[in-house]
């Protein structure tokens, strides 16, 4: 492992350092199973925003403190006002925002699943670029157990693995909890570890990861992500505008110069476009 960096945004819900090129993000009330609330929505966005900032960060793991990675929305929070008629319920308040993906953030993202993953946690497997999950690891959406519409998670999930399995996990809500297992072979996670492995095959991801080109991988991952609101000819188009684009990036001549001199490549980070 690289040695590590003084940390970023810091709290004590959200914890932020870095290693080398890569930022860890912990989800951290273990004692609340990680459920989330506004200000840890607000303190996410603003650890997208520093990690989007910085140039030496190339790729992100986020996970959870303690026995799960996220247990939803917190209800306790909620009975105390996080639902009240000058909260959430306002008809007029905006969706929630705390997500790589909602906050525009394109560097590539590694979530490690190490427990319970539910409700509103799932936006994390939704808008995350490689999940793996420890073998302990569940996936359910108890929405409709709380009496609350379940839609964004599910409309996110559809993208990503059959519209049996999404349709299944809201009717059956809490009853039944998906295994990690039936989530990698529904393709909703992409690796399945021993609970001990989890965040060591997460840091190896995350340093092969950060070995691309910081900008063409960048530029890679919000144009497949920003695809997904396009037609099929519409989203070709962008593709290859990107890809012509790329062109006047040093970075296209660093590597295949890199590659026939068989040494590193030496990448120039110039940041968003």
Request: proline share 5%; glycine share 8%.
């Amino acid at each position: 492992m690289t040695q590590t960096s003084e940390p970023g945004t810091t709290s004590d819900i959200v914890l932020f350092e870095r290693k080398g090129h890569v930022a860890y993000l912990t989800l951290n009330r273990p004692e609340r199973l990680n459920a989330l609330t506004w200000e840890l929505f607000e303190i996410l966005r603003q650890a997208w925003a520093e990690i989007d900032a910085d140039p030496e960060i190339r790729v992100v793991v986020l996970t959870g403190a303690g026995s799960a990675f996220c247990a939803g929305a917190d209800m306790v929070a909620r009975t105390e006002g996080f639902g009240t008629d000058s909260d959430i319920r306002k008809a007029d308040r905006p969706m929630p925002t705390f997500t790589a993906r909602h906050c525009r953030m394109y560097k590539p993202v590694i979530t490690a699943v190490n427990g319970v993953c539910a409700g509103a946690g799932l936006h994390f497997v939704v808008d995350s670029d490689i999940v793996i999950a420890a073998s302990s690891a569940t996936f359910t959406d108890t929405h409709v157990n709380v009496g609350q519409v379940t839609a964004l998670e599910p409309i996110g999930l559809s993208r990503k693995i059959p519209l049996g399995a999404v349709l299944r996990m809201v009717a059956m809500g809490k009853t039944e909890r998906m295994t990690a297992q039936r989530a990698y072979e529904l393709g909703m996670v992409t690796q399945v570890v021993d609970d001990v492995d989890l965040m060591n095959t997460a840091a190896g991801l995350a340093e092969k990861v950060a070995t691309g080109s910081p900008d063409a991988l960048r530029s890679s991952i919000k144009t497949i992500w920003e695809s997904l609101d396009l037609g099929l000819e519409d989203a070709l188009v962008l593709g290859y505008q990107r890809v012509q684009d790329q062109y006047a990036h040093p970075d296209s001549e660093e590597g295949p110069r890199a590659f026939v001199e068989k040494r590193p490549p030496e990448w120039k980070v110039l940041g968003p476009s």
